[in-house]
């Protein structure tokens, strides 16, 4: 977890943080969450994989540091009971006290609020390279080849276990078919060129093989 940390206090320190106690607790605190163990799907390999992305492609952004924090606080609070967007709400509010604590500006903390909750519907405008890094790094998954895909789409059913299968087809089908009319998964050029094919075909293939009633 060492490593976790340091990229977590260099993206903090980054953006502007002046209090050394309170990066360090805020990490602490965030990764507490990722590791929580009703996780399948939203824990520490997901961090990762959004870091990568972002990593890779941080040139394309305006705050790289903004969007990295983001990463790190998009799913900081994830509870498969709550509804709508209740979870992205949370994570920006935690997102919003542990950077305030560790020292950020308020107009840096404002951002990553925002960017966190671009997360809950992945609708990004045209001018926000930012936004669209996060929302791109955190749909990456669905353009995996289909074994893993299919994995993925396994550990999520783990994490909603609690809910009866009828409930679930019909919130899977309903958030399978919200991703499927977005004019574009991904908006990086790079990425929407690698990726946009791929991840339709998982999505579609997905849906088709839902159970219906």
Do not use: K, Q
Request: proline share 7%.
């Amino acid at each position: 977890m060492d490593e976790l940390i340091d990229r977590w206090e260099a993206a903090a320190y980054a953006a502007g943080a002046t209090d050394a106690a309170g990066v360090a607790r805020a990490g602490s605190r965030l990764l507490a969450g990722w590791r929580e163990p009703h996780r399948h799907y939203h824990a520490l390999p997901h961090l990762r994989a959004v870091l990568a992305v972002v990593d890779g492609y941080a040139g394309s952004a305006r705050r790289p540091e903004l969007v990295r924090l983001a990463a790190w606080c998009h799913d900081a609070v994830y509870d498969p009971r709550a509804g709508g967007d209740a979870n992205e709400r949370a994570s920006a509010e935690l997102a919003g006290e542990l950077l305030a604590g560790a020292g950020l500006p308020a107009p840096a903390v404002a951002e990553v609020r925002r960017l966190v909750l671009l997360t809950a519907g992945h609708v990004v405008a045209a001018d926000d390279p930012d936004g669209a890094l996060l929302c791109d790094a955190d749909l990456a998954i669905l353009a995996a080849p289909p074994d893993r895909y299919d994995r993925y789409a396994a550990a999520v059913r783990r994490e909603y276990a609690h809910v009866p299968e009828p409930a679930f087809r019909a919130g899977r089908g309903r958030v399978l078919a919200h991703l499927l009319a977005l004019p574009a998964l991904y908006r990086l050029r790079a990425l929407h060129a690698r990726w946009e094919a791929p991840a339709r075909a998982n999505l579609t293939r997905e849906l088709a093989a839902l159970p219906h009633p």
